[in-house]
DNA sequence: CTACAATATTCTAGTACTAGAATATCATAG
DNA sequence: CTATGATATTCTAGTACTAGAATATTGTAG
């Protein structure tokens, strides 16, 4: 099972969902922090999930505004596969293929001059992103669950210690 | 330019390399760490390379064992690529989609005592993936020039980094 | 009563790989 | 002189998206 599908298979055992609504959660929640999932992908994600018979259909009368809905649902194939993927994610930690390591693979070619200002550069947006993952913890506020607190807790984490490491690369670069 | 494409033309801006023969180095130098590039990829990256005119290849007789080889260089616009794409991958932070975070968020539909045992298993694994590391970076000893010290350093930050944080998670969660 | 905005799904035509088999060449051991 | 294994490239048939356009329905503002 791949990130996307997941994540989708995720909020449909939340709850079920049709195709629209799941763009809405996943814009609502700020979901694309942490993963990956264009909009025409959902409804592509959506078919593949009900091929494998891990969700079902019901389509639903129109209500409101907008023609009527096809409204997702967990088989319970789909309960167990979700239960079992989930638990993979949380056991199993995967590379991350980042090209700022690719890039690093390249210093030896590239003038130092060039690499210093590119790392600032780097630092620079590093900082941004800290900063603007900051301003959405903080404008979630208390309400916030543990795990989504949580969540914002580990990406700052993890781009703080990115940020001290290229600060003190930089320095002993430009030495 | 993807991840893959600027790790191939990475090796081709070093010196001219045929197909095989970038097969070897990515081996030899452990790229499989911070780079995602199958053995099959490898024609197919250098065959769009080819026809977006960033590299050329020349036939070369055969020499020692096996058939003749075919010898990728960069082109003058490869070359121009090339600085471009390295000094953006080292310019611009991008944003890892791990399938942890999406594990985590669903966090509250799954048993607090599940989610422990999943955690624990992750914090090992990251051991093993940092002890891995560390291994290697022991085995090059000292005869690793700068910048190949520096991306075990990176990782090794990073995973650590990481594993404090499994850490600390696991015990507020189980308080 | 009509145009527009919002809601909702489907379709077409791509891109970017990837696994694995097929094909071919040559050195060397037996 | 033949089988084997190392070297080397190509081909076939997938998977997994992704952008963006097409299609359709319905409430509401003018």
Redesign the interface.
């Known amino acids: 099972m791949t ?1 996307a599908e ?2 989708i298979l ?1 909020l449909i ?2 709850k079920p969902h049709h195709g629209y609504e799941i763009e809405q959660v996943i814009d609502a929640r700020g ?1 694309r ?4 999932v264009g909009f025409s992908s959902i409804y592509y994600i959506l078919k593949k999930l009900q091929d494998k018979g891990l969700i079902q259909s019901r389509p639903e009368p129109p209500k409101g505004r907008g023609p009527g809905r096809k409204v997702y649902r967990l088989t319970p194939a789909g309960q167990a596969a979700w ?1 079992r993927a ?25 003038p130092e001059q ?2 210093v ?3 600032q ?2 630092s620079q ?2 900082r941004d ?1 800290r900063d603007h993952v900051h301003a959405r913890l903080n404008q979630a506020g208390d309400t916030l ?4 607190a ?2 914002f ?3 700052l ?2 781009i ?3 940020l ?2 290229v600060r003190r ?1 930089v320095r002993k670069l430009s030495e």
Do not use: C, K
Not at 33 to 36: D, F, L, S, Y
């Open positions: 990130n997941l994540a995720s055992a939340e979901m922090e942490w993963t990956e239960r989930a638990l993979s994610a949380l056991a199993n930690p995967e590379r991350a293929y980042s090209p700022f390591q690719v890039g690093l693979a390249n210093l030896p070619q590239i060039d690499a200002q590119a790392l550069e780097y947006r590093l992103r669950p543990f795990h989504a949580a969540m807790d580990l990406s984490t993890l703080g210690a990115e001290a490491w690369f």
